[in-house]
């Protein structure tokens, strides 16, 4: 049966190369949906539950709308207003409607689109800008274009399904007053909305491609693989404050295409905003497929897009949920929509891997297109495979030459670790190179905050970003990184952090039980040069643990501050801390302002061990330390007048150095904690100290202490890091031999 | 099939009924599992799947601990510690494998209770008592009598399944050097320990009942049921405060039993307590039942034990956790397995209730006795049905005279308000009389704080009660009630609060539409009379609404705090307020030390509202102000040197008042928040706002805008509550009558 849906998905693809081609009108539907997808559909009703639930679904929904009846009010309202949510409702509900005309060929739905669109021919022609002023590029029907392109991406869609349906009047009154104005006023009347480098254009080009391609518009096509002349300001910025200029990066969706993302499908904003660009990217990709196969656009960058999901599909930790790199909301997950689509057409439009089907049930549901249908036939005829998630390595920039991000997986437990040594990820970066967060099953470890922002929430700053995404998550400190001298990374500065990148050293993340990644930053703070380096390893009991090493040299005597931002109540400490009676922040400015000093820890010896529990189970950081090290435990929560950023507890090593130091410390989750059987399963974990036995210009050695009494020694050379250099190095009068740029030494 | 049960249920009972009488040995087993019972155990294996689930779990994990081996080490540490876990795990696996040994017939069982009984006969002879001296009745195996009692009463069950299995010398040596002596300690030399009315001596008395009846003597059985004589110093307290003296109430099993179970068998200490005296009561109930059922101990005050547990199982939340009242570790639910026994038990003792098989399936695993075999047999043959809970008032004292507790239910929604007028609960109770906490489906909305203590975690204190379960946890501000001039309700001392309950005034919980419950205390505050009424009613659109009425009456001008202890992110004022640049703790002492003021709302109107985000749902409070009123946002934490509290907020409404004065509130959770994707629903909720619209020393009516612009009003009677009376009144030239205390109008 395999081979059946083999010859489908080709027999598809062949369908489609016989499309008309560029210049003539297409048959609709033509984009994602195509009129032989439509014939393979309606043949297969009743025999793919995920299909046939997904479509009841849709229907439900649908008739619901159709039963309270169209509205199309005057723009108004910030996202989460009704204004807002209503036009976004109406084009996902029209788009779903239109879709149901052609699966069910029944007309009342083919009405319902044909009249919503009219009523917005109808208010198109009469709207000025939106009365929301805050956005760099207003829109008419949304406070920002990108919501119009939203809504014109799928419209164009809505409008392609209905589209014999329609008179030719009604046609022709809908292009007119329409569907060309709203194209040329996303694109020619906001060129820096249109013409960047942008998950912004990305959708805006998209959209206006859409369009172009339902209408046989070459112009619109064109306009939109490759953007349009126009002069841009050099210095404008967005909301964001990102750059405007792309810099000679191009314009238009192919340059979109190529830009951002790199040859491994890392999409440098990061995994919250590739799922958002991912619509309008394989949208667009797979009309031109369907419709202009020989512009070869899905095939762009070696078929950049399928690796793209899976990408986004490794950067979710063990629950499905994205990890929250750069500016991006947590909780987003693999079940979203856009992962929907993209799955769906991964598989038909690639290789058909049967592990995508086992997302796809994860998922509950599938697009109502050929590519749902091929999904859930090979699901219902038993195809699926479990798709495991490894280790993974994504590099970052259009060549890959911008480091990257490493996903550190024990394959056995949920323990997960995310290093990022990328480049800044465009305006929604965030200042936080090398920086690592941890995950166990699930759960977080050590946390990346994430975003400021209630998305759609308009009691909260209009749903958008509050000034505390700057002030605090974007800033060094909150992130479980390296602070010199108390400020962020490249100064804060945008334009210097874009223009630089950390760089992976070497890494091995073959061997299971033993993995490593390590990665230099010499950009971030002039004249520091930072090597990290994060590995995954074994306990003598078996348990994974995640040991982190991070050197740092700087031309003269700085102040280090490492966070570790835990989450959960303290349980032990070998130190003792001191509760401060008033509480004061930790700084000012760079994030320092937004910290609570709740406590400090003095005379701390040479290995910090903190323990915290956390939804039933402990963690502890062990970490090695000097003894004018500080420990620092503070609290998010200052200088924050409308509560906008959660009271999340920190860990900092404050630490004053004249020449280089190492920051060696583990990670470990471990035993729990049942509040029903009120059993305490071990708490001490399995690290009893941990060492900096050596620390050169060449190597540094770290020493783990284990509870056992049993000793780990970890070697990483800083000079020599090619694979097969020999090294030799004494140690505590012992003589250590091996190949590579490390040396890991399970038991001494 | 059903009356199979019956039969089955009743001729268990006749076999029991046939035991041997006092006076002379009993057969073996006599316990809670009988000789009877093993035979209808034996001859339905394999046809209950829940029962054999249990077994086959059962034997899993003795056959591991067999494995391992008998450890019966030198005592040494406070709970979390080795040797404490250890013993306390040698009781549970000795009763375990004593049970297998009968069912399953298997001499290995056998033999590994013999081995480790002997063990603990060699060991405890030469025991002083144990090296930590914290508690205020040490133990000998454990750092207090307690945990030596629950050995004793695990011990006892062992011992009594291997009985026929063993030598007559091993007996004898058993009961002379192990067992006699033990339940001497317990008893004869700890009376402040054993001839309490605490939970201490409800495992006490039982443990040396038990073991008393394992032996047929008839000595230990009467200090069980009686106590013995001996004199208390009348001021001497526990390690919790308590008074040691019983005060007349009596002493022994029966006067355990008789005094904190009131007659709808709510027990005073609260449910958390209540679920770990449950498993004692009963099976010392059980085992006379069934070895001397002519002393009729399981029928004692109208068989209050099968009631209290029907008052447990209404004392937990949609998910099935316990409300934290009094001292209480939050997450305890009813699938511990001293809930196990006593559902079990519930239904083979008591009525064979079907809807006790429904959480018996629930908790998935039975007893593995004939009450076990019962409900799995039951559940196996269909006869399970729903436990609905409802609304319920269950009266404290033992006479049901000293107030109680109310929780009313929306059925439809999983809305739950708690409502506490109830005695102080011995010395697990706090000073938070006519307090209230909210619960949406299981999410705290307004929390209880619960204890401070992390059980069995040794790290913490030993596992112990920590010093903020005094300073903190137990005082009035750390509950949803008004605190009197920055005070603890009877200057927080115990005893004044143990001669005192609330009173309940009336209630109506009938109608699920409108449902309300009013309570008085006149104690708490020399000078001042509050009155509270809690009702739980529709919106408009149908949606559950908590109102809570609390109006106070003060001989002299007070300033009063009602903190409303939310959970999560603000998201909606409509109030400004002002953060604090350094945070200085909210007062002295009273608990309020322990809390950081992080904000002030000022100007605050006549009806504030409080949005925030928790979990995915919206909560808002609405409370009608005065002007002069002050709105605190606090944090726990201040005057925490270990970081032993939580670091939850509050909001506070603060008020000087020279006379009477009303805090009127409306809470509700609404709608949710998705964050994949990313969509808000019902952000403001119903509520518009709130208004005293009159209060006098007979009448207050609360007037409720709804957003829609409806109105609704309460009238609430305060000295003519009758069911009968006949009420007129005039509020804002309109006239209203009506019958009985309270008058709710839906729509005005």
């Known amino acids: ?91 996902f509900v029209a788009q779903k409607a239109a879709l149901l005309y052609q699966i069910l060929d029944e007309p009342r ?37 990108l919501n119009d392109a939203n809504w014109l991406l799928y419209m164009a869609q809505a409008y392609d399904a209905v589209y014999e349906f329609l008179s030719v009047e009604d ?47 070459e112009v619109l096509i064109d306009r939109a693989l490759y953007g349009f002349e126009a002069s841009v300001d050099v210095n404008a910025r967005d909301n964001d404050g990102g750059l405007i200029s792309t810099d000679g990066q191009g314009r238009g969706f192919l340059a979109n295409l190529d830009a951002p993302f790199s040859p491994d499908g890392y999409y440098t904003e990061g995994p919250y905003y590739q799922r958002y660009a991912m619509y309008p990217f394989l949208a667009f990709s797979i009309a031109m497929e369907n419709a202009y196969p020989d512009k070869l656009v899905l095939q762009q960058k070696d078929t950049v897009l399928v690796k793209a999901t899976y990408a ?95 996903v550190l997986r024990d394959p056995d437990a949920g323990l997960e670790t995310v290093f990022k040594f990328s480049a800044h990820g465009l305006s929604h ?60 990374q490249f100064g804060g500065e945008y334009d210097a952090s874009s223009r630089n990148h950390s760089d992976l050293l070497f890494s091995d993340i073959g061997d299971d039980s033993f993995q490593i990644v390590s990665a230099r930053e010499e950009n971030a703070y002039a004249g520091s040069v930072m090597q990290r380096t994060v590995a995954m390893l074994r306990s003598p009991q078996e348990n994974p643990v995640v040991l982190d ?30 509760q401060d009676n008033e509480l004061r922040v930790l700084g000012d400015g760079h994030g320092y302002e937004h910290l609570w000093r709740e406590a400090v820890g003095e005379d701390i010896g040479t290995s910090a061990t903190f323990t915290w529990l956390d939804v039933g189970r402990f963690n502890t950081i062990t970490t090695a330390t000097q003894n004018d090290d500080r420990l620092f435990l503070a609290r998010l929560g200052a200088n924050d007048p409308d509560f906008n950023l959660r009271r999340d507890p920190t860990l900092i090593v404050h630490r004053e150095s004249d020449g280089p130091t190492v920051f060696a410390s583990t990670i470990q989750s471990h035993g729990g904690y049942d509040p029903v059987s009120e059993s305490a399963v071990d708490v001490p974990g399995d690290v009893d100290r941990v060492e900096v036995l050596l620390s050169t210009q060449a190597y540094e050695a770290v020493g783990i202490h284990w509870h056992g009494g049993e000793r780990s020694l970890l070697i990483v050379a800083h000079r020599e890091v090619s694979a097969g250099q020999n090294h030799k190095l004494g140690i505590g009068g012992r003589e250590y031999h091996w190949t590579g740029p490390f040396h890991w030494v399970p038991l001494l």
């Not at 739905?109 to 009365?131: F, I, K, Q, S």
């Open 171 to 217: 046609r022709e009154l809908l292009e007119r007053d329409l569907f060309r104005p709203f194209a040329d006023f996303i694109s020619l009347d906001n060129p820096q909305f249109y013409n960047r480098v942008h998950n912004h254009s990305a959708w805006g080009s998209a959209a206006v491609g859409m369009i172009g391609v339902v209408m046989g518009d």
């Open 312 to 406: 986004l599909l490794n950067l979710a930790d063990s629950q499905g949920e994205f990890f929250p790199i750069n500016d991006a909301q947590k909780g987003m997950s693999i079940i979203n929509s856009s992962l929907v689509t993209a799955v769906d057409a991964a598989y038909l439009y690639g290789e058909q891997d049967p592990a995508l089907l086992s997302v796809a049930s994860e998922q509950g549901q599938v697009a109502l297109d050929q590519s749902g249908m091929a999904v859930a036939l090979a699901i219902e005829e038993g195809h699926a495979k479990p798709f495991l998630k490894r280790s993974v390595i994504l590099r970052d920039g259009p060549r890959g030459e911008q480091g990257g991000i490493a």
């Open 429 to 488: 970066g965030h200042f936080d190179k090398l920086a690592i967060a941890v995950h166990d099953a699930g759960r977080e470890v050590l946390q990346d905050y994430g975003l400021v922002r209630f998305v759609n929430i308009e009691q909260k700053g209009g749903g958008n970003y509050l000034p505390e995404n700057k002030s605090w998550a974007k800033q060094t400190v909150a992130a479980n990184t390296l602070v010199v001298d108390g400020q962020t």
């Open 1 to 91: 049966m395999r081979d059946l849906f083999k010859r489908l998905a080709s027999w598809l693809l062949v369908a489609a190369s016989l499309s008309p081609l560029a210049g003539f009108a297409i048959e609709h539907p033509g984009l994602l949906l195509t009129r032989d997808g439509v014939e393979s559909i309606r043949a297969n009703l009743g025999k793919a539950p995920l299909f046939d639930d997904s479509l009841r679904s849709a229907r439900e929904d649908v008739d619901q709308e159709i039963a309270l009846g169209i509205d199309v009010p005057v723009p108004q309202d910030f996202s989460g207003g009704y204004t807002h949510e209503r036009h976004k409702r109406n084009f």
């Open 109 to 145: 739905y083919g009405n319902y689109v044909r009249d919503m669109l009219l009523e917005y021919a109808a208010l198109y022609p009469t709207l000025p800008l939106h009365p929301k002023e805050r956005s760099y590029a207003r829109g008419r029907l949304f406070w920002q274009c």
């Open 549 to 578: 090493v991070l050197r740092v040299t700087s031309d003269s005597p700085r102040t280090y501050d490492l966070p570790f931002h835990y989450l959960g109540q303290v349980i032990h400490t070998n130190f003792s801390f001191t």
